[in-house]
């Protein structure tokens, strides 16, 4: 009964908002819209170097946000949400001097200011915004939460693959679009990734396709980072084996390699080695298929099907 008045309640509002504006505006799943700035956010609560966030942000089609009095309130109101991530966020540089947010030390083994002057990179300051809405800064190697900004009228979208983001390669043969970001990440990041694209991670359906990825992370140049450059992430991933059964890898969604058309594994694999390598991958040797541990950092490959 009480379901039956919530559907009820979810129909009376949805009919009473329509009608939609005429073009509302979308980006990744993950970005939020204000339509104060006409811009996309995401704050990103996992903390990095200010180096490290600027690539996330670019490859995510934005940039590290570089704060008007606007931004800060968009921010401000994201930050409420995560009480517990600290007090400071990475954003872009405004070009400002701001005083710096961290503590002295009683003892100063920091270098000094001529230092500073002298660009060496472990005295380098970064822009953060403070909680209270300051601009503050913070020696850039520190890891600190960050936050991604790009305006609607720069926000990418492939009309062609139907994906929110550039670089993706259409193979007319497969009938669908792949794309290497140019960034490695954990399968868990890299699966989230290439879904708020409105993509997905790599679902090999035949050996025809299984040529053409081996194709394209041959051609493409390597990412740099990963924990080895001749696997990428790959969208399949083992249960967690009942018993002493065998492991059973299923992709993402939720078929058997077999029924998926593709289940070629790589000489000596699936090996589990060391017993954590549920995640799978496709080495870029021979194409085939590979168990990884799921929290080291890989490059990966999205794809999205455009002839459905
Ligand atoms: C990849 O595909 C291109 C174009 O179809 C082809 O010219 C090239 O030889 C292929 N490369 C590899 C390594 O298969
Ligand atoms: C599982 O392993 C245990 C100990 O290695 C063995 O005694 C048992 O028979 C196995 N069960 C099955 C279903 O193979
Ligand atoms: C996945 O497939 C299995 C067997 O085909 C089914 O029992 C299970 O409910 C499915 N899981 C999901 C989340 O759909
Ligand atoms: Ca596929
Ligand atoms: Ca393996």
Same mark, same amino acid.
């Given at each position: ?15 009473? @908002? ?10 990744? &799943?993950?970005?939020? %819209? ?6 996309? %956010?995401?704050?990103?609560?996992? +903390? ?5 966030? =600027? ?26 949400? /995560?009480?517990?991530?600290? #007090?400071?966020?990475?954003?872009? &540089? ?9 503590? +002295? ?12 002057? =002298? ?17 503050? @800064? /913070? ?6 939460? /960050? ?18 983001? =550039? ?5 007319? @043969? ?11 990440? @954990? ?20 050996? =025809? ?7 394209? +992370? ?9 924990? $080895?450059?001749?696997? $990428? ?12 059964? +065998?492991? *059973? ?12 058309? %593709? ?12 017993? #954590? ?5 496709? $080495? ?15 490059? /990966? *490959?999205?794809?999205?099907?455009? #002839?459905?």
């Amino acid at each position: 009964m009480a379901a039956y008045i919530v559907c009820f309640l979810l129909f009376t509002v949805s009919l009473v @908002s329509a009608p939609a504006p005429a073009r509302t505006k979308v980006y990744r &799943s993950d970005y939020t %819209y204000n339509k104060k700035t006409d811009a996309f %956010y995401k704050l990103h609560i996992e +903390t990095r170097t200010e180096r490290s966030a =600027t690539q996330v942000c670019s490859v995510e089609g934005a940039q590290l946000m570089i704060p008007s009095q606007r931004d800060i309130i968009q921010l401000h109101g994201m930050l409420k949400q /995560f009480p517990d991530i600290g #007090n400071y966020v990475w954003v872009g &540089s405004d070009g400002k001097e701001h005083e710096s947010a961290e503590e +002295t030390p009683i003892i100063d083994l920091s270098p000094t200011n001529a230092d500073i002057r =002298t660009g060496f990179p472990w005295s380098r300051e970064c822009d953060v915004v403070t909680r209270q809405g300051d601009v503050d @800064s /913070f020696p850039c190697y520190r890891q600190l939460p /960050f936050i991604c900004k790009v305006e609607a009228k720069d926000a990418p979208y492939d009309e062609h693959c139907h994906v929110f983001g =550039t670089g993706y390669k259409y193979f007319p @043969s497969i009938g669908s679009c792949y794309k290497i970001p140019r960034i490695v990440y @954990s399968w868990n990041e890299a699966y989230a990734d290439c879904r708020a694209q409105n993509a997905h991670l790599l679902v090999l359906n035949s050996e =025809t396709e299984m040529l053409a990825v081996k194709n394209l +992370t041959n051609t493409e140049l390597s990412v740099a980072g990963a924990r $080895f450059a001749w696997f $990428f992430y790959a969208g399949f991933r083992a249960d967690k084996p009942v018993g002493n059964s +065998t492991r *059973v890898f299923k992709t993402i969604f939720n078929q058997t390699l077999e029924e998926a058309g %593709y289940s070629v594994w790589s000489p000596n694999e699936p090996n589990n080695a060391l017993s #954590n390598e549920d995640c799978g991958s496709v $080495f870029k040797n021979d194409g085939k298929l590979n168990d990884v541990d799921c929290s080291q950092t890989y490059a /990966f *490959v999205c794809e999205k099907e455009i #002839n459905v």
